[in-house]
């Protein structure tokens, strides 16, 4: 077997592309069939330099993407993100150090550059918390009983003057961005989409061999503003005595008011034939299992950790969230030969903004950059980290004062899956 000294993990350049597709496709247990139609269409996400890979012999044994990206905080600022993706190792290579490597050799490019925090989702939950990354959003998938949910069977249309209505893909290339900027900006967790996504989600460019075409729905407001918008597909099964046991999935939903989110799930659970609506991934504390007269029919199916946040720059990371209410804590972070390690004075001010310096003031919670992260967003309590043991008060009742400050009201949420 080749020393690990002899495997060359570098930037990949472009000739290289097909064999480092290939090798994606492999760890990610798909098809290794390359599609020249779906190799064109990917190359439009490599950016020279950010996208490695591992070579043994000739041959790509491992692969590693990074770009740019926009992450929402509390408040609605934004930071830089360097996001994380296409992470696979073959089966013939793992457990010996590639990951490590790649991931090293990313993080501190992105620190260099002047990134706030990295992101990424985890295929699998152990594989990134050792890198100084945490959970930072979870989702929830529902699945809706549509017969159990309580809906009158007769016309399900909004009641407040606004119209669902179906449109094409092209209408969705069209009026989804902005509608998606609306919400991104106000979402906490939310990441920016760029042109090429949705040109994905509406089969405008093939990134996978096989493509459902979705139907696409639209709300409008009374006064005639979009202001939400859904993507789903539906099976078509039907069980004994002629009954229909359609299923339909929602793949992406957008509202950016509660009546849009309302009209959209109330059009899903209305649809002739559908007893079942998944669906997909949605915040935690989605407003969705309220709009059904029982909301029980709306079982949760999934809850898991969704984002990841690595975070590279405490100093901004703190000072471009928003805080509930005025205050101060001094956190010592700890950060195993990283970045981010060091003792910190968080300052909240009463107007909500936040100022972060390094200080030798004596420490109110000491705890790990990952869970740091964890806390960043509003969505994970300090009490309860610190009954994990995971956060420790050097100053009692700090970890309550720790959530008076940090936690919000609702809770962040990431809808996109990079
Ligand atoms: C953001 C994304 O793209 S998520 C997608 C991640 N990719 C996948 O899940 C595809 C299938 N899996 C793989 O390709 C590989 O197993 C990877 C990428 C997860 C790990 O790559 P490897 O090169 O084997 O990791 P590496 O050898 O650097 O491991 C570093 C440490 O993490 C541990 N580790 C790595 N993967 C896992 C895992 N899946 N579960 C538990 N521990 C893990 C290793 O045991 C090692 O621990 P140690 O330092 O205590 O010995």
Same mark, same amino acid.
């Given at each position: ?327 101060? *804590? /001094? +956190?010592? #972070? $700890? !950060? ?5 390690? @060091? ?6 001010? &009463? ?13 109110? *919670? /000491? +705890?790990? #950059? $990952? !869970? ?5 967003? @509003? ?6 980290? &610190? ?32």
């Amino acid at each position: 077997m080749t020393s690990r000294a002899d495997i060359d993990v570098r930037p990949i350049d472009e000739t290289e592309f097909a064999d480092w597709q290939r090798a994606l496709n492999t760890g990610f247990l798909r098809e290794p069939t390359l599609f020249q139609e779906i190799l064109d269409a990917r190359r439009a996400q490599f950016t020279p330099g950010r996208s490695l890979g591992a070579f043994d012999g000739g041959r790509c044994v491992a692969t590693f993407r990074s770009f740019a990206q926009e992450l929402t905080v509390v408040g609605g600022a934004t930071v830089a993100a360097d996001a994380v993706s296409n992470v696979t190792v073959t089966a013939t290579h793992r457990r010996r150090g590639l990951l490590t490597r790649m991931m090293t050799r990313d993080l501190a490019a992105a620190r260099e550059r002047g990134d706030v925090v990295a992101t990424l989702i985890a295929a699998e939950y152990p594989i990134y918390g050792r890198y100084g990354f945490g959970p930072a959003t979870s989702t929830t998938e529902w699945t809706i009983d549509v017969p159990r949910a309580g809906l009158d069977p007769r016309w399900a249309g909004p009641e407040d003057g606004g119209r669902v209505d179906l449109v094409d893909a092209e209408d969705v290339r069209k009026l989804g961005p902005d509608l998606h900027e609306r919400l991104r900006r106000a979402q906490p967790g939310a990441v920016g989409r760029d042109e090429l996504w949705w040109r994905i989600t509406t089969g405008a460019v093939r990134f996978h061999p096989t493509f459902q075409e979705p139907y696409y729905v639209v709300y409008r407001s009374a006064g005639g503003e979009v202001e939400g918008m859904a993507a789903y597909t539906a099976d078509d099964n039907w069980g004994d005595g002629k009954q229909p046991l359609n299923t339909a999935r929602v793949k992406w939903l957008i509202g950016v008011t509660p009546a849009a989110e309302r009209a959209l799930w109330r059009y899903l659970c209305s649809i002739d034939w559908v007893v079942r609506v998944k669906t997909g991934w949605r915040a935690p504390d989605d407003l969705l299992p309220h709009f059904l007269p029982d909301p029980r029919a709306a079982a949760v199916t999934t809850h898991a950790d969704w984002l990841w946040v690595r975070i590279l720059d405490v100093v901004r990371a703190l000072e471009a969230r928003t805080y509930q209410v005025a205050g101060s *804590l /001094v +956190l010592e #972070v $700890a !950060d195993a030969g990283g970045p981010a390690g @060091g003792r910190y004075r968080l300052e909240a001010a &009463a107007d909500g903004t936040g100022s972060c310096a390094r200080t030798a003031e004596d420490a109110d *919670l /000491v +705890l790990d #950059v $990952a !869970d740091l992260a964890t806390l960043w967003l @509003g969505d994970e309590s300090a009490v309860r980290l &610190a009954a994990l043991g995971r956060v420790r008060e050097e100053r009692a009742g700090a970890a309550r004062q720790a959530d008076a400050l940090l936690r919000t009201s609702r809770r962040p949420w990431c809808p996109d899956l990079f």
